[in-house]
């Protein structure tokens, strides 16, 4: 990385920023942020006024979009999925604001009005639909009682009141010691909170006493001056909404028309005014002169040359350059972590956790293939392998050209699958015990297959011989870990912290081959040496000795931490054989209620066989992926990363929707 300052003269300013934005070369700090301000002349530059006009028109743009992706005609279920919307990106020819400005009137004065009429006349209409659904709710209560609804109210002889009550029983009883007070009832709610709706009907003498009544346990409902029937309020409120429904979708139709054939100009416009406000925006992170304008930022060492001829000849050679190597401290440069393109999944995993520091190891491909493997290991069934394997080809053949994204995932999720079926089939897990049940029996000891790898007899059952998987854990932690303590060791020579590489980071080379030698001997009884036995009581204690220079007393507490640490690796087998034992409990379970129900049994065990394996996939995949981010995070990142970066972000342009030449379609 290549911290640079820019100098060019004021009439070259749009020129430049315009190819930095098409380039993409330069990070582009915010100098005013970044130091004082040496001379009086110097002062921060503001934004380009035009960044404000184009921000006005993305707002329009952005509405009438919305609107229109909000009702726009899709495809939905398996269709959606097999065949993805193809986007034709437009070509465009580059043009100066003032015709792009005139572009976007013509387009707006067209559609803007028509559009925003639509969209708020549907509005009104949704809300209407909406009181007409209250009020049939309401009215569906009362629909088997013949009443007029301009009898509720007052009247000079009679109080009429209608609404519903949870405690019938409290109301009869009630209304009962009333004079000439009738009550209507009918239930409308059954089971555990049962409702009923009510009328009641009496002389107006009795008013106060009727509402004193009616305070407790019942809801008034109220219906505004109203003069029919209920049954024949509700047709008209049917027939109302039936003709609100008609022109709501007749609006939305019109709308649709719009999606259909102005949508991508809409988008394409946004793109393009887009792109004018960001080199507007940029323009404030400047400091200017009364002739010139300084620009300062980040290119990667690789660019400086293209830089520098890109700038030369769009300036006639007009420009002032400088290029110089920055220090982590105090310049904080960011960081660009480039790996190859089939590890760009990989990145985002390690961004979950933090972006590396400017020249800290890039544990990327590392960090990746390890959880690959240590996923594979801890889901471990060939079945799940397998059909993992199908969804991420799948996903990566259809739709890697749409997203970058899943296209990087779904080449994680291929490898993830592979490792995953090969672990599964070398310990015999197929959907658990499912194909062996089928084939040979679930009660036969035997194997369908068998083959010797290394010296080793394959396949080895994970439940039957747990103590195999668990070896080959350890093992693997063990190769794991001391990678970290190698990069640990690396990465502080690099940064010439000798002290800490020599102690802190060091001292578990020594500690562990003098301690594993010596729990050898003493627990798993190897036969070593008596030359060799003094040599490794030696290396532990200068291991002891570098790790208490390095952190003092407190230092014996790492010891325990690294081979907690290393146990942590078990989790290996547990969640392997976690995933191998439930789908054996779900196959006989399957098994054992399908031969308890005759003629439909082996209907009911594939149905319960598909549903629980999915489950079992489902959980055990997430677990396998969140430990074996874990191991990642906390055992392997312990030895020797810190974070903290700040990823490097280009001043690029990025087009989505526009192209400068020919059509082109984008799946």
């Known amino acids: 990385m290549k911290k640079t300052r820019i100098i060019i003269h004021q009439n070259n300013l749009d020129d430049v920023v315009k190819k930095l934005h098409e380039t993409g070369f330069l990070?582009?700090?915010?100098?005013?942020?970044?130091?004082?301000k040496e001379d009086d002349y110097i002062t921060t530059a503001e934004m380009n006024p035009e960044a404000e006009v184009c921000s006005n028109y993305e707002l329009r743009l952005t509405r009438i979009i919305d609107i229109l992706k909000k009702n726009k005609q899709k495809k939905t279920g398996i269709k959606s999925i097999l065949n993805p919307e193809i986007i034709e990106k437009k070509s465009i020819d580059e043009s100066n604001l003032d015709e792009l400005y005139s572009y976007a009137e013509g387009i707006l004065g067209d559609i803007e009005k028509n559009i925003l009429d639509n969209e708020g006349k549907i509005s009104k209409i949704k809300e209407e639909i909406g009181n007409i659904n209250t009020k049939l709710k309401q009215l569906s209560y009362f629909k088997d009682f013949n009443l007029n609804l301009s009898n509720l109210g007052e009247s000079k002889y009679l109080i009429t009141k209608i609404g519903l009550t949870d405690d019938i029983f409290y109301l009869k009883q009630k209304l009962k010691k009333l004079d000439k007070v009738v009550l209507y009832s009918?239930?409308?709610?059954?089971?555990?909170?049962?409702?009923?709706?009510?009328i009641i009907t009496g002389y107006i003498?009795?008013?106060?006493?009727?509402?004193?009544?009616?305070?407790?346990?019942?809801?008034?409902?109220?219906?505004?001056?109203?003069?029919?029937?209920?049954?024949?309020?509700l047709q008209k409120l049917i027939n109302d909404k039936k003709n609100l429904q008609k022109e709501k979708k007749e609006m939305i139709k019109n709308l649709r028309k719009y999606s259909k054939n102005q949508l991508n100009d809409l988008l394409a416009l946004r793109e393009?005014?887009?792109?004018?406000?960001?080199?507007?925006e940029i323009q404030k992170n400047f400091l200017k002169t009364k002739k010139t304008y300084i620009i300062k930022g980040w290119v990667l060492e690789e660019n400086v040359e293209k830089l520098k001829k890109i700038l030369r000849k769009t300036t006639d050679d007009r420009i002032i350059m400088n290029f110089k190597t920055p220090s982590a401290n105090p310049d904080n440069p960011p960081t660009h972590m480039k790996v190859p393109s089939w590890a760009d999944g990989f990145?985002?995993?390690?961004?979950?956790?933090?972006t590396p520091k400017y020249n800290e190891i890039n544990p990327t491909i590392i960090m990746g293939i390890f959880f690959v493997l240590f996923f594979g290991i801890m889901l471990g069934d060939a079945g799940y392998g397998i059909i993992l394997l199908a969804l991420s080809l799948f996903g990566y053949i259809k739709f890697s050209k749409i997203s970058d994204t899943i296209r990087a995932w779904s080449f994680m999720g291929i490898w993830m699958g592979?490792?995953?079926?090969?672990?599964?089939?070398?310990?015999?897990?197929?959907?658990?015990?499912?194909?062996?049940?089928?084939l040979i029996g679930k009660e036969s000891t035997s194997y369908l297959y068998n083959f010797n790898l290394f010296g080793i007899n394959f396949p080895v059952d994970s439940l039957r011989d747990p103590l195999i998987i668990l070896t080959v854990a350890l093992i693997l932690g063990l190769i794991h870990l001391n990678i970290g303590v190698i990069l640990g060791i690396i990465q502080s020579a690099r940064q010439k912290k000798y002290k800490e590489m020599l102690t802190e980071r060091f001292c578990w080379v020594p500690l562990q081959i003098g301690g594993g030698s010596l729990i050898g001997k003493f627990i798993l009884g190897w036969e070593i040496s008596g030359m060799f036995f003094y040599i490794s009581a030696v290396l532990i204690i200068v291991g002891i000795i570098q790790l208490f220079i390095a952190k003092g007393p407190i230092g014996f507490f790492d010891i325990t931490g690294y081979v907690g640490d290393w146990l942590?690796?078990?989790?290996l087998l547990a969640l392997g054989l976690a995933t191998a034992g439930m789908a054996l409990a779900f196959n006989e379970v399957?098994?054992?209620l399908g031969e308890m129900i005759p003629y439909a049994g082996i209907v009911i065990t594939i149905i319960l066989l598909i549903i629980l394996h999915v489950v079992n996939l489902g959980l055990s995949a997430l677990g396998a992926g969140v430990h074996s981010l874990r191991l990642q995070y906390v055992e392997f990142f312990n030895r020797f990363y810190e974070g903290g970066g700040n990823k490097f972000s280009p001043f690029k342009l990025k087009r989505m929707y526009t192209k400068i030449g020919k059509n082109e379609k984008i799946e």
């Not at 985002?348 to 933090?354: K, R």
């Open 418 to 438: 592979i490792i995953t079926t090969i672990v599964g089939f070398l310990t015999y897990s197929i959907f658990g015990n499912f194909f062996h049940m089928i």
């Open 347 to 354: 990145k985002g995993l390690l961004e979950m956790f933090a």
């Open 186 to 198: 009918k239930q409308i709610d059954f089971g555990k909170k049962p409702r009923w709706s009510v």
């Open 590 to 592: 399957s098994t054992l």
């Open 272 to 280: 393009e005014i887009n792109i004018e406000k960001n080199r507007g």
């Open 27 to 36: 990070e582009i700090i915010d100098i005013s942020k970044e130091e004082k």
């Open 568 to 571: 942590s690796y078990a989790r």
């Open 205 to 233: 003498s009795e008013k106060q006493k009727i509402y004193n009544i009616c305070r407790e346990n019942y809801e008034e409902i109220f219906f505004e001056d109203e003069q029919v029937y209920i049954k024949d309020l």
